[in-house]
Each structure stands twice: as C-alpha cells, then as structure tokens.
C-alpha cells in the first residue's frame, strides 16, 4: 500500500521541520525610541527623588547654611543683621581655652571609648553566645541601661554621687568612711562621666557583636575542636576574624557618637566643670550658641567638628576595613 504523501512512513524517524521564522517586526521610529531611552534613565532617578530632596532640606542646607553663619557675628538677635566677619570666628574659637580644653576632653573620651566601649563588650558577646539560649536573661539584664533615657541615668548617678546627701556618701558613712567628691575632682569628674556612658552603651554595643556572632557557622568550631584546638586558638583564628566586619561598624558609630553620648551626663552632673575638664567639643558648641549666643562661634565650632568627625572615620575606614573579613 503505498503512503500518502507528505505522510511519515510506519517505522521511520520523524522528520524535524525548521521552525519557522518569526516575522520581523517594524523598527520604531528614532523618536520613540529615544523618549523610551529617556524614560529608562529618568526611572532610578524617580526612585531617588524622595531621599535626595530629604537629605538636601534636612542636611546639606543646613550645612552649608551653618558654613555661612561661620563667618558672621550675631547674637541670634531678629532685629540685628549677621555682620560678615570672614574666618575671623576660627581663629577666635581655635585660640580660646575653653576650645583647647574641649579638643583635649574630645581625645580623651575617643581614647576611652575603644578599650571600654569597642573592645569590652567582644569577650561579654563571646562568652553570652557559647551559652546558648541559657544567655537570654543576661542580654536582657545588659541591654537594659540602653532603654533607659540618658536623662534619667544622669540624675539616678548625680542623686548617688551627690557629696551632701547622695547614697554613695551615706554607705560609705556606715562603713565610717569618707566619700570623695569625684564630680568637683578636675582629675576624676571625665572619668566619671565616662563610666556612666560606658555602663549606658555596653549592652547595645554586646547585642550588635551577638548579631555578628550569629552569622558564624558552629560547624567550623566543632571541626576546629576535633583538631585539637583551644577556645585561645578557635577565638584567635576564627572568631576574631569573621567579627572584624562587626568590629569595624561598632568601633566607627562609637567614635562618631561618644561625643553626643556624654552630652547629657555633662550637662546634668558638670556643665562642663570643673576648670573645663569635662567639656567636650560638642558641649563646647552648645555653650557657644545657646550659652553666651554666640551663632558665629557655634558655627563654626560645629564646622570644625565636622571636619574632625570627617578626618577620624576617614582614618578608621582606612585602618579597620582593609583588615575586616567579609567571606566565610
């Protein structure tokens, strides 16, 4: 019986047809074309509009409106008009005690944050995370402080160092003896001050470096156990190195922030005293501005810290990141 034709004879492979060509569309015109260009590179911007007029209202004018003030002298009097007095108001505050104090303060709380705000709270989040779930009611109890408005810690500190009545002078009264006034000590009052805004921020500084632990692999520590090391080894050739990216994030917002931190504690318990020891350069411009009104010295010690602020977390992201381990 012979087959049809164009029909696959019973047995033979079936013949593969090309598929057909798919029919060419006509080009766009040049026009369309080129607002659909436009439209494409116009998108990212649209989404961006929304942040960059924010930041633009909210930080860049106000930045270059302070760098304007820099260079008056006004008394934040509405019926005064700023007198133009070029870099005058720089060489005025650079030159003054109290500025020199301040710049000094400022090392000094940056110095002591590393150790006791930066470096404290690794071997506190270490040993809370080799507890388990066992450590939950002590990162409850150390995160507490960090609730706790700085308002209300620097009255609670102020009430127990209070050298007439405070708690501290009545215990040490039971024991028969004296309580000395560290907040009048020149010597002492920073490193109080200082205390109060480690014991503040320990616990939140300890929670970002439990979150960094969290991101290490528990396998490798017990792959490292099976091969004889230590917790001196594992810490030092695993841990220290997958929570350098953490370590570089708490120790660049600690410096940027320390000076903000003790701000209240200053306020409330020294005003900056005794002798200026425990002012700092962000204290020193509210008392320029709101203090003694002077807007062009506020200015520009606010343009002056800005420039410091920039200078340090240049140094850091130059120091630290080159050193962070991102891979595992």
């Not at 810690?153 to 160092?161: D, N, Q, T």
């Not at 917790?231 to 990216?245: A, C, E, K, S």
């Not at 320029?288 to 062009?296: E, I, K, M, N």
């Amino acid at each position: 019986m012979t087959a049809a034709a164009g029909a696959t004879p019973i047995g033979a492979a079936p013949v593969r047809r090309a598929p057909a060509s798919p029919t060419p569309r006509p080009h766009a015109p040049a026009g369309r074309r080129r607002r659909r260009a436009v439209g494409a590179a116009a998108v990212p911007w649209l989404y961006l509009a929304p942040t960059l007029v924010l930041l633009g209202l909210f930080t860049y004018w106000p930045l270059l409106q302070t760098a304007y003030l820099s260079m008056v002298d006004w008394n934040l009097n509405p019926g005064q008009q700023p007198e133009f007095v070029g870099l005058e108001n720089y060489g005025r505050v650079t030159g003054s005690t109290l500025f020199q104090a301040a710049l000094t303060n400022t090392f000094i709380y940056i110095l002591a944050s590393i150790p006791l705000k930066v470096l404290l709270p690794i071997p506190v989040a270490v040993f809370l995370w080799g507890m388990g779930t066992r450590g939950h009611m002590y990162r409850a109890v150390l995160f507490l402080p960090t609730l706790i408005s700085f308002v209300v810690v620097g009255i609670a500190f102020l009430w127990i160092l209070n050298p007439i009545f405070g708690y501290a002078k009545v215990i040490f009264a039971e024991m028969g003896m004296r309580f000395p006034n560290y907040l009048a000590d020149p010597d002492a009052a920073i490193w109080v001050i200082i205390g109060i805004s480690t014991w503040k921020v320990l616990g939140f500084n300890v929670l970002i470096y439990l979150a960094g632990l969290a991101s290490i692999n528990r396998e490798y520590i017990e792959a490292m156990r099976m091969d004889g090391a230590g917790d001196i080894t594992i810490f030092r050739r695993l841990i220290w190195p997958l929570l350098t990216p953490t370590l570089t994030f708490v120790a660049i917002s600690t410096v940027i922030f320390t000076m903000q931190q003790v701000f209240t504690p200053i306020d409330l318990m020294t005003e900056g005293g005794p002798s200026n020891s425990t002012t700092n350069l962000f204290y020193m411009i509210y008392q320029y501005s709101f203090v003694t009104f002077d807007v062009g010295g506020g200015a520009a010690g606010t343009m002056i810290l800005f420039a410091f602020l920039m200078v340090m977390a240049f140094l850091q992201f130059r120091v630290l990141d080159r050193r962070a381990q991102y891979q595992q």
